[in-house]
Each structure stands twice: as structure tokens, then as C-alpha cells.
């Protein structure tokens, strides 16, 4: 039995270990109008809208009843709709409260889909109001599953679950020693990631200034270069922040220098970084367009990522060495790491862009999706953020005005304090479930 014992040890520690950050993160606690509930039906795939006035905050799930339903949970909610039938693969959708006082919409497939994009469209122009866009794509259940974001316990009930079938293959007899279990080192001591940080612990947020030294990065046009655009703006953050407090700054570049997009992710997980985010300035042949946007991983970019694991061997997650485990489990691991981390991105993604509305130009579909290479890191939340074309003359004005730097940055900051709120108050506070579902 030496072996089913020193398995169920590891997947114990590795559940203890991620468990605690795979966290569907909704935010902050704000109250929003559900205006309207809207299909857009294609071929094989349907856009679900629900418009609201005031940002959203939300969590979406799911289960394969029927032909599956999926789940959006609001808190602090008001104005929920009736029921009403649906189009393309939603058959139909209703309402219900929630124990805690919040709306579940459930949305009923009439074909089963999966999940291809989740986001959120904040006012631009004209349009007033909040959209929470979700796109489905005609796919079995098990896509489907896999489709939905992390839940609270999914690492937990999910690892539970593949380490049974483990551990019933692990068990060998009493005389026999199991030489490979024995030569496995133990897993590393909990780090500060493992555990709930102290309430005085200070937040580890890694700033990028992007390009730098040999890589001029795009260039103005009237010869303003974004490495040092960037590196303003990546000063004037960090200057922020270490005013308010909470706090520990970890700069890519302080000064002129080149550093490898590699290194700059390497870099950010070395420091155990709570939050990354890289700035940038956008240029494009189309020099009347202008605005900034935030780009999160596209969900291809996990498979860059994994491949990335299995080529160093003795890859960490969330400080847990996926080497140390079967295929299988490591596999799992280092997928709910990402599902978790990408949630985690695209929730301070949204912060960021709603901040970001109204003190600067900010592109109609400002929070976009990218197989970027320094959005890599499987355990650390990460944005890039484009902050203007600099092939814009007006933008590039911008990117070079510490008075448009101030403000920006100020909405930055303030974007990443409402996102450490946030995480605080998920991790003492859950959405109930429905009563009867």
C-alpha cells in the first residue's frame, strides 16, 4: 500500500496548494439593472447578450442536464426579467433568486454548445449600457464542461475525483516497495502563495515597461519611441502605488535596457507576482485610428503554455512541481492553474477598461484576447495594455503629457486597488446556490 499512500499524500497537498486560487472572481460588489436579454443565432453558433446599466458582476456556470444549461449568477442585481424562450442553441431562459440576495439566469441549450468567448463590452459612444456577451459554438458536453470557467472547487472535486482513479491503480502489495514513489523528492514547503496572505502582507505587482534598449519598440510620427512612452508610464505607476501603500513594485526595466519577452514572465514568477501588467503603445499603417485597449491570454495561448511545461521538466505551479505527478494529474493541475488565472486576468481586464472609460481614448471593443508571449504565466494574473496608438499624432501627444500620464495611470492604480478588493472579498465570501437547483 506504500504507494497508494504516498500518492494520496501528493494529490493532497497539491489540492491544499491550488485549491485557494481557483477563485471565479467577481469584483467589487455593485448594483446593476438587467435591461434586456438578447440571441444573436448563427449556422452553429449563438452570441448571448444581456444588457445592463452598471458594470456586471457575475459568475457563469453550468451542468449537463438535458442538453446542458448554463448558468449566469448576478449579485447585487436589480430589475431581473421574466422567463422567455430563446433562440439558436438557447431554448429558453428564467430567473431566480439566490439565497444571498442575487439573480441566477439559467439558460436552457435546446443543442448542446460550448463556451468559445465570455466578455464584457462597456459603454462606447452612444450605447449607455453594460453588455455581457457570451458566444456559444455547437459542441458536445464534455466540451461543454470543459468550456466553463473554474469554479471555487473545481481544482479540489476535480483532482478528487482523478486521484481515486489514481490511487486504485497505485496499490500494490504489502512485500513489495514501490522504488519510484520512494525516489520522488517531497513536495516544496507552502509558500506565501499557498496560504491566505496575511492582511498586512503587501502585494507583489510586477510593472513592464514594454521594448526597450535595442528594440525601439513602434515609433511615433514626429519620432517618439514607445520604449521610453512606456517607461514613463511604468514610473509613474509604480510611483502611485508605493504612494498609497500595500504594495511591493517589481520593475522589468528601470532604465534603457533590452530585456527578452521570455525573461520578462520569468522575471514575474520569480517574484512570486500577484499581478502583471505590460504597457505598450500600438501603431498601424491607419494613422486616424486611436485608443487604447487590454488584452488578456486567448484561450489557444494555454496550449503555448503547456508545451512550455512539458519542455522544462520541473515546471511550478502555484509553487506545486507538476514533475512530481502522473500525466494525468499534472495535466489537470497545470489546466485549472490556467482556467483560474485567465478568469483572474479577464476580471481585472474589465476593472481596468471600466477605470480607463472617459479619461482616455479607449477602442469600441476595448478588452481583446492575444497568444501573447509575456501573458504566459499559468499562476500569474496578467494584462498588456495597450495604452494609445502612437501612430496617432493626438495619441502620441498623449503618451508624451505627464498630465495624460497622471490620469491614466491614476485610473491604473485605482483599477488594481478595486482588484485586490475583490480578490479579498471572494476568498471570505461566496455566491450561495439556489434553493431546489
Known amino acids: 500500500m506504500a504507494g497508494f499512500f504516498k500518492s494520496g499524500q501528493r494529490v493532497a497537498r497539491a489540492i491544499a496548494a491550488l485549491a485557494g486560487f481557483a477563485l471565479a472572481l467577481s469584483g467589487l460588489a455593485r448594483a446593476s439593472d438587467l435591461l434586456d436579454v438578447r440571441f444573436g443565432p448563427k449556422a452553429d453558433e449563438t452570441r448571448i447578450v444581456f444588457d445592463l446599466m452598471g458594470a456586471p458582476d457575475y459568475r457563469v456556470s453550468g451542468d449537463e442536464t438535458g442538453a446542458g444549461r448554463l448558468f449566469v449568477d448576478f449579485t447585487s442585481l436589480e430589475g431581473a426579467l421574466g422567463a422567455r424562450?430563446?433562440?439558436?442553441?438557447?431554448?429558453?431562459?428564467?430567473?431566480?433568486?439566490?439565497?444571498?440576495?442575487?439573480?441566477?439566469?439559467?439558460?436552457?441549450?435546446?443543442?448542446?454548445?460550448?463556451?468559445?468567448?465570455?466578455?464584457?463590452?462597456?459603454?462606447?459612444?452612444?450605447?449607455?449600457?453594460?453588455?455581457?456577451?457570451?458566444?456559444?459554438?455547437?459542441?458536445?458536453?464534455?466540451?461543454?464542461?470543459a468550456s466553463l470557467p473554474t469554479p471555487s472547487d473545481g481544482i479540489a472535486d476535480i483532482i478528487a475525483q482523478m486521484a481515486g482513479a489514481q490511487m486504485a491503480g497505485d496499490e500494490e502489495p504489502a512485500n513489495q516497495t514501490s522504488t519510484q514513489n520512494a525516489s520522488l523528492a517531497e513536495p516544496p514547503v507552502p509558500s506565501r502563495k499557498e496560504a491566505a496572505p496575511?492582511?498586512?502582507?503587501?502585494?507583489?505587482?510586477?510593472?513592464?515597461p514594454g521594448h526597450g534598449g535595442r528594440d525601439p519598440g513602434a515609433i511615433g510620427q514626429s519620432g517618439t519611441l514607445e520604449k521610453n512612452v512606456t517607461l514613463a508610464a511604468a514610473k509613474a505607476l509604480a510611483e502611485m502605488l508605493e504612494a498609497r501603500g500595500g504594495y511591493k513594485i517589481v520593475m522589468t526595466r528601470n532604465e534603457d535596457e533590452t530585456i527578452r519577452p521570455d525573461a520578462r514572465e520569468t522575471l514575474a514568477r520569480a517574484a512570486g507576482a500577484d499581478l502583471f501588467i505590460s504597457l505598450h503603445a500600438d501603431a498601424i499603417g491607419q494613422s486616424q485610428l486611436r485608443g487604447g485597449s487590454v488584452y488578456t491570454?486567448?484561450?489557444?495561448?494555454?496550449?503555448?503554455?503547456?508545451?512550455?511545461?512539458?519542455?522544462?521538466?520541473?515546471?511550478?505551479?502555484?509553487?506545486?512541481?507538476?514533475?512530481?505527478?502522473?500525466?494525468?494529474?499534472?495535466?489537470?493541475?497545470?489546466?485549472?492553474?490556467?482556467?483560474?488565472t485567465m478568469t483572474q486576468s479577464s476580471k481585472f481586464a474589465e476593472l481596468l477598461v471600466h477605470n480607463l472609460s472617459g479619461k482616455t481614448p479607449l477602442l469600441n471593443r476595448s478588452h481583446r484576447k492575444g497568444d501573447l508571449r509575456?501573458?504566459?504565466?499559468?499562476?500569474?494574473?496578467?494584462?498588456?495594455?495597450?495604452?494609445?496608438?502612437?501612430?496617432?499624432?493626438?495619441?502620441?501627444?498623449?503618451?508624451?503629457s505627464p498630465v495624460w500620464r497622471k490620469?491614466?495611470?491614476?485610473?491604473?492604480?485605482?483599477?488594481?486597488?478595486?482588484?485586490f478588493e475583490g480578490v479579498t472579498l471572494q476568498r471570505h465570501a461566496q455566491l450561495s446556490p439556489v434553493a431546489g437547483q
Not at 496575511?198 to 513592464?208: C, G, M, N, R
Not at 490620469?407 to 482588484?419: E, P, W
Request: proline fraction near 2%; glycine fraction near 6%.
Open 198 to 208: 496575511a492582511a498586512d502582507e503587501p502585494k507583489i505587482v510586477v510593472i513592464d
Open 297 to 340: 491570454l486567448a484561450e489557444k495561448g494555454t496550449a503555448r503554455t503547456a508545451k512550455l511545461a512539458k519542455s522544462q521538466g520541473d515546471y511550478h505551479v502555484f509553487d506545486v512541481a507538476l514533475h512530481e505527478y502522473d500525466e494525468a494529474i499534472a495535466g489537470i493541475l497545470l489546466d485549472k492553474a490556467q482556467d483560474t
Open 85 to 145: 424562450g430563446g433562440k439558436g442553441h438557447i431554448a429558453d431562459v428564467s430567473f431566480a433568486k439566490t439565497a444571498d440576495g442575487g439573480v441566477r439566469a439559467v439558460l436552457d441549450f435546446k443543442k448542446t454548445a460550448k463556451i468559445k468567448e465570455l466578455f464584457v463590452l462597456d459603454p462606447s459612444g452612444a450605447v449607455t449600457k453594460h453588455r455581457l456577451v457570451i458566444d456559444v459554438v455547437t459542441a458536445d458536453k464534455s466540451a461543454f464542461l
Open 374 to 400: 509575456v501573458l504566459l504565466a499559468a499562476d500569474v494574473p496578467a494584462v498588456l495594455f495597450e495604452m494609445a496608438f502612437i501612430s496617432n499624432a493626438e495619441d502620441e501627444a498623449n503618451l508624451k
Open 407 to 419: 490620469r491614466a495611470m491614476g485610473a491604473v492604480a485605482d483599477s488594481i486597488d478595486a482588484y
